[in-house]
């Protein structure tokens, strides 16, 4: 990738439009939703796609700017941490002294914004005219760099088209309110820090304004505000550049100034070109290694880029302190918390795709094991419990009340009761270590993460009279019901939890030996443990039904009320909010999938046709009223081979943030929904599954679908799969790593570097 010679080459989008994202609409209504969508980010600073000209000082939009881990507690009462909102640094005022230039939604350029999802950022435009006199053209690009994470950068070319006039700019920035002190603050540089957390943030700034290619010192000057005033004439052209180095420290002790300092004046030194030239291509590299390419559905193909582009934005590979949140970093909904949502739903693209960002994803969670077992400790049990909603402590910080969608108050009790959080981490880390074949990862952190959840369920899990060990008094995914007993999707998941941490403790002993004396020496762990570890899963209830292999939801699921929800069909609202809360509890209406995630995530506990009379048992009964839900819907439709309604649930899972008819998206991405349409269209549609001795793939594609593609990683070695309907063929290419083994319906092939595979797809050739 070269250096842009000029800041017009800089603004230009990608001339492919399934790259680009473009809204040239005007709705104020719909300016908070934009401002999420179009959103810049790499995972440690994140920019929405507020308006940087002139934005009105009575401004009631959310905030800009987001840094990970900025969290610290706003209310002391009910204390909950939060993300805190870092500074709006792209702000920026034309003016004459008159003050009277004013936004021109004529015809032509009003605000249209365009998110250049191969580049990884933002491009905007508009025009500022004053009456018939005067009219400049403003271009602007935006970006958090995917290169170095602490810089941010700005562009603005202004062009005068009409009239000659004083003309003023002030590049500023927007202050935090009240949630952040200052304790340094110089006219291009700035140390805060949070209230009660005591995080430090620092930035420092450099600008630089050029007239017809002449550098103009500023007139003004001020901390973080910088005012050039000048006079203008037609075909005049002004272009201004903006740098921020970011930077955040965790303790009170800590001063995160240098860093900041010594990140911009590496960038300064080199300049803006270089700060996009090296942006670009590591933007570039990301996609080499994860994009996925749909043919014969543009729609499924812009979702899919959109959804790829947010988690490659959301990780950061350089942070195993903080995690993804529920709406990434992208708004303020969900306070920045962070859900089962990482390990299930974004997870999986991570370690196919970008093993350095999965690995520091679960170190997130090795570095919060001591919260995860004094919660355990608290309430009795023994081992890790992982809180429900994490910020970077560990600790639980699930909000005890909330206002539900009836404007009720609601007591939440998940925090107390969704426990399956802790095998939910356990089966990434092992779905990590299985696809990456990470032994330093297993041995130094994953190995402890699946003892200590292990050993959670074994003392979560009680022994009855009926000989079965029952958890009783849980929360599934299906929030709907609470205080349940014996939910399958948690009861399945931690029997496989178990399981995987005797299988570790196996391996242990007979790889590695040393580690294993010193580990289990330090959590304690003794033989007759482990054989109550093997006890419980032995006997673990979990509600299947071996006539009809149905698994009960929870105890007593099967005697709810049956609601016809088609009866319902075309609501604008959640079924909880249609039914009320205590009728909805009394009914088999699920908010989203439970016992179908169970089916997605473990299909081999589905043998034979169960697999299908579970998801077509369950699939009516739920109401969808949570965004991860859809997903795993489709995920197992495709699986199942029901491409139709798989290919209705990708496009239902799209809509959440594409399109404008459905829910307000003001408060940020449902980037568990951009994980599910990844995870959909590759364990889904290409049916990929990881063995121990290679992939295997069912492909069922959508009948639109004319082919498939897509890379991923698999221990160390880089392969790419195209799957064509068009000649029914599966193209696979290894291009990175020593031979492994790929199966195809069934059937293995070696593929290796020097000799790709191309295989009948098997089946009948689509008509
Ligand atoms: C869902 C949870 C999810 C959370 C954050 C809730 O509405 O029910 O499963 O973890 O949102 O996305």
Known sequence: MKDPATMEQALEPTADGAWVLVDDGCDALRESDRETRFTVSNGFLATRASRAINQSQQRTAPPSTYVAGLFDTRDTERPVPELIPGPDWVQVRVSLPGGQLVQHFGPGPSHPLTLDMRRGLLLTECRLVEGAAVSLRLRLLRLASQDQRSLGLQLLHLETEKGEAEITLEASMDGFDSDLTSERLENEFGVWRTHLSGKGLAMAAAVALRIDGQNIPPTSLAPFRWTWTWKTRPGQVVCFDRIVALSRS?????????????????????????????????WSNRWSRSDVKVEGDGTAQKALRFAVYHLNSAANPEDPRVSIGARALTGADYRGHVFWDTEIFLLPFYILTWPEAARSLLMFRFHTLDGARAKAADRGWRGAFYAWESTDTGLE???????????????ILTGAQEQHISADVAYAVWQYWQATGDDEFLIAAGAEILLETGRFWSSRAQLEADGLHHIRGVIGPDEYHETIDDNAFTNVMARRNIRRALEVTALLRERWPDQWAALSGRLGLVEVELEHWRSVADAMATGLDSDTGLFEQFTGYFDLEDVDLSAYAGRSVPMDVVLGRERTQRSQVIKQADVVALLALLPEEFPGKTGAANFRYYEPRCGHGSSLSTAMHGLVAARLGDTEMALDYFHRTAAIDLADTKVAIGGGIHIAAQGGLWMMTVFGFAGLSLRSDGVALAPHLPRNWSSLDFSMDWRGRQLTINISQADHRLHATLQAGEPMILTLHGRAHKLSLDQALVADLGGPAPK
Do not use: Y
């Not at 300092?261 to 300049?271: P, T, V, Y």
């Not at 005890?400 to 404007?407: C, F, L, N, S, T």
């Open 397 to 411: 910080t699930t909000p005890e009340q909330v206002v539900g969608p009836d404007r009720q108050i609601v007591d």
């Open 250 to 282: 965790d303790a009170r002790d800590q001063d995160p100034g240098e860093r900041a300092r010594d990140d911009l004046d590496g960038a300064r030194e080199k300049s803006w070109r270089s700060v996009v030239q090296k942006h670009e291509t590591a």
